[in-house]
């Protein structure tokens, strides 16, 4: 089995370990000219993003050769994921690759302008993440088939959050308008937990336009030096079983 994952804060990284098989890190995959992946059973563990997929998972799918005959989408999520399932419907469906099973785990949102994390750190135990992994693995381990029926209500429910959230939040030039305090030390990090190659660390830390708008220079810098105008918090985030070092091997 191959897994292959995006994650900012370990949630994604995390769920995709405990699945097991060989794992690979879609931004590294994605520096690939050509992507083949060959299996009985191929997985993405992804976090949902405005209520979709991320744009380098979307880009991932529109770009691999994906040869298996159980295909499967794992995402994660924190307060709700209404039409995601309808837009993986839609990209496989574009893609002509035959989506056999989908699932969403609830764990900590840490969507920074809409929550205060310690407040999702402290309510995490209610969300049963043991639960929901067992059941995920049991899931795949038995081969369930969940044939996804997207209905034209989801179908019009998914235009309106493309059209409403996803076109603000999810913009490449998000990180351009972050703020980098002066307890920035130019250590380099979050140049190394970017997936996306989106910072360079000289004499100052500069964004370029390729933000994937992941949050995972925020959450993972040790100094706490990078913010948002409008967030929520000022706690960061990392999901509690994984390293900072997992995070640079995963992205850099
Ligand atoms: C830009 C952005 C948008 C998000 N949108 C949603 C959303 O629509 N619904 C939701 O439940 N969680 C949303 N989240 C939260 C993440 O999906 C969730 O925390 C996920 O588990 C993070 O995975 P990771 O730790 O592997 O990066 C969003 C996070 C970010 C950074
Ligand atoms: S990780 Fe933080 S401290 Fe290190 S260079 Fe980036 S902003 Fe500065
Ligand atoms: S700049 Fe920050 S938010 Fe944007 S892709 Fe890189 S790590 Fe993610």
């Known amino acids: 089995m191959t897994i292959c994952y995006f994650s900012a804060t370990g949630n994604c990284l995390y769920v995709a370990k405990r699945i097991g098989g060989t794992l690979l890190s879609i931004p590294q995959l994605m520096k690939q000219n050509d992507i083949e992946i060959t299996d009985d059973a191929v997985g993405i563990v992804a976090p949902v993003y405005a209520v979709e997929m991320p744009m380098m998972v979307k880009d991932f799918l529109s770009k691999a050769k994906i040869k298996t005959d159980y295909f499967f989408f794992v995402y994660t999520y924190g307060m709700g994921y209404a039409a995601a399932f309808a837009h993986v419907e839609q990209v496989c469906r574009e893609k002509g690759l035959k989506l056999s099973y989908i699932n969403a785990i609830q764990m900590v949102d840490n969507y920074l302008p ?46 309106m959050y493309q059209k409403m959230l996803a076109k603000l939040i999810l913009c490449k030039d998000t990180a351009q308008g972050y703020i980098v305090t002066d307890n920035c030390t130019r250590c380099g990090i979050c140049a190394k937990v970017c997936p996306a190659d989106n910072i360079t660390v000289t004499d100052k830390v500069r964004f370029a ?31 509690e079983n994984i390293s900072l070092k997992d995070i640079i091997e995963a992205n850099e």
Do not use: W
């Open 114 to 159: 809409g929550f205060e994390m310690q407040n999702q750190i402290d309510t995490l135990p209610k969300k049963n993440v043991e639960g929901q992994i067992k059941k995920l693995l049991s899931d795949i381990a038995s081969r369930v088939e969940t044939p996804v029926k997207i209905t034209a209500a989801d179908k019009a429910q998914m235009a």
């Open 209 to 239: 336009n390729r933000c994937e708008v992941c949050y995972a220079c925020l959450h993972n810098c040790p100094q706490n030096a990078i913010h948002m105008k409008n967030e929520k918090s000022e706690v960061r985030f990392r999901n």
